[in-house]
């Protein structure tokens, strides 16, 4: 007897930030549904009463649903699987739409839908991001956490509200294209939300990600297989389209000497990009380094120490990190060897 696979629905996350044309742009691509497929649509709210639900067509072979309340992303991720079953189950799409609310995080989305329960029924998409371009010149806006983390996740951005775009915007574009160029495969301008569904169909390029505790840690341990944590400090790797990120997570409370962390950064070689925010000893600092430029200024206090170097080659992260922490104020190899002796 022949063996039927199970049926994988090509899968379509549409986000961005908070009206940035999600919906224009799912309106049209919803015009182009042949005739003999169902297309579904699970929309996510973050307050309690939809409105985009009302704007999306609920002519015969469409089915929407929609989930209220939070953030399909950071909430509990059962509503949103018992929603997403039904609505898999019930309308047995052949093509799925989702959009997040404009303040979710896409990534973490990603993360659960790539999850081994839902591989035999998703085929996820290469994952969008919907820009304002109208919006782009406004630094304000555009500097915001969730607007960056939400860029970091795409592979594909269509530029929205091109019509309305001034010099400032198209000068900002071309920065944003060049800042973000390691991570987003695509970048598509569209006018009123005008893109056709094949420049979306496209699959999703696995990202392999491994958070681990400090490589010091690791070394005094001698674990051969750390578990994955999320509790500071910690350190990770992530590599994506030829590219490698690694990132440290450090405690708010740990202070850095601003002028060697400065010399740190500055004698790092073969680099893409470093970005950090540190708790210094002249107040908190970001960095914000490009090849052509070594930016520094002082910011509000954050959640925590962070930093992240793009790269596209092989690099000792150990050797980084030591000098990293050397550049910490308080004393902390006596911390270190407290922390890796009281796990074993």
């Known amino acids: 007897m022949k063996v039927i696979a199970p049926k994988t629905v090509p899968t379509h996350i549409i986000s961005g930030f908070l009206g940035a044309g999600k919906t224009t742009l799912l309106q049209h691509l919803l ?58 189950g019930e309308s047995k799409p052949d093509r799925l739409f989702i959009e997040p609310t404009g303040l979710g995080h896409p990534a973490q989305l990603l993360e659960q839908l790539t999850e081994p329960h839902w591989q035999t029924s998703l085929a996820m998409r290469a994952l969008v991001i919907v820009v304002d371009g109208s919006r782009l010149h406004d630094r304000d806006w555009v500097k915001q956490n969730l607007y960056t983390d939400q860029l970091k996740a795409a592979q594909i951005v269509v530029l929205s509200h091109i019509d309305c775009m001034t010099a400032a915007d198209h000068q900002a574009y071309a920065a944003l294209k060049q800042e973000y160029g390691t991570y987003v495969q695509y970048w598509i301008e569209a006018e009123h939300g005008q893109v056709g569904i094949q420049q979306l169909d496209i699959q999703q390029q696995p990202v392999q990600r491994k958070i681990q505790p400090l490589l010091r840690l690791q070394q005094t341990q001698a674990i051969e297989h750390t578990p994955e944590i999320k509790q500071l400090p910690y350190h990770y790797v992530e590599t994506a389209q ?62 925590d120490n962070r930093i992240e170097i793009i790269c596209q080659s092989t690099r000792d992260w150990l050797a980084f990190e030591t000098q990293l922490l050397q550049c910490r104020i308080d004393p902390i190899n006596d911390q270190l060897d407290q922390i890796a002796h009281a796990s074993r």
Request: proline share 3%.
């Open 31 to 88: 015009t182009q549904k042949p005739e003999h497929e169902v297309w579904a649509i699970l929309m996510n709210e973050f307050g309690q009463i939809g409105v985009d639900q009302q704007l999306i067509t609920q002519q015969q072979g469409y089915a929407v649903k929609e989930l209220l309340g939070g953030c399909l992303c950071c909430s509990s991720q059962l509503p949103m699987q018992i929603a997403l079953s039904r609505l898999l």
């Open 242 to 303: 030829g590219y490698t990120v690694a990132g440290w997570k450090l405690p708010k409370r740990w202070q850095f000497n601003f002028h060697d962390l400065l010399d740190v950064l500055c004698a790092q070689q073969d680099w893409v990009r470093i970005k950090g925010i540190f708790n210094t000893d002249q107040g908190w600092k970001s960095f914000n380094f490009n090849p052509q430029q070594f930016n520094y200024k002082s910011v509000e206090e954050s959640i």
